[in-house]
C-alpha cells in the first residue's frame, strides 16, 4: 500500500478467493455513517486501477442482511479517474452504522493474480433534495461515471449498464459484503463478515425506492475524509490475507 497526493493506494498481488462470495477479502471499508429513512443522498467517488478490472462499492447494511442501500455495485475501472455518483433514497429504516465499501478482491469471482495498484479518491455522501436526484426513474436509481476530460479517450460504461443499477435481477442485490468463509483458519473478529451465524445469504429483496416529496435541508458532508480513518482497516486485513496465502 502506498499513498500519494492524498490518494488511497491500495498494491494488490492477488486477490486470492475463486469465487464472488469472497470478493470482500480485499476491500475498503467506512463503518458508522448514518443514512436516514426517506432521505436522499449522493454517493460519489474517483476510481481508477493500474489494469482494467472491475469492482464495486456501495452504501450497506453492517451484517443483518448486509442490504445495498445505495443499489450500486460492480463497475469497471482502468489506468483513467472516472467518477462514479449514484443517487438513492433511503428506503430501509434510518440506520447509524451503515458502512460504506469499495470492494476490490475477487469481484464477479474474476481471480486477479496480477500485481496492480487500485485508487480510490474523493470519495462522499452528501444529503440532496429528493427532486435533485439524478434518475427520473425511481426504480433504477442513476449511477453515473464521468471520465477525465483531460484523458478522454477510454470507452465509458454506459450509466444504468453496470450491474447492481437494476434491483432484482443481478448481484447488486447480494450482500457485496459477504456473508463470509467457512474457513475457520481466517480470525474472527478481525472482518465482521466472516461469522457465519449472523448472515443470511440470501438478503431480503429491496424495497423499490419511493420518490419522496422534496425537502430543502441544507447538504450535509456527511463522508469526510474516509481515507485515513480506513487505512489501518485494510492494512489489517491484507496482513491477515499474508500471513493465509503467502
Ligand atoms: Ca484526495
Known sequence: ??????????????????DNANAWYIQLNQDGVTLEEGKTYRLSLDLKSSIERKVSYCMQEFEGSWTNYSNTGVVEIGPQWKTFTS??????PTDTKARFNVTMGSVEGIRITEKHDVYVDNISLIEIDGSQAGSDDPDQPGTTDTEDPDQPDKPGVEPGTEPGNEPGDNPGDEPLVGPGTDDPSVEPGTEPGNDPGTTDPEPEPEPEPTPQKPTYNPIVNIIVPVVKAVTRVVKTVFSILRRLFW
Do not use: Q, R
Not at 443517487?87 to 430501509?92: I, L, W, Y
Open 1 to 18: 500500500m502506498n499513498g500519494n497526493d492524498n490518494v488511497f493506494a491500495m498494491n494488490i498481488e492477488d486477490t486470492v478467493a475463486e
Open 87 to 92: 443517487d438513492f433514497t433511503m428506503t430501509s
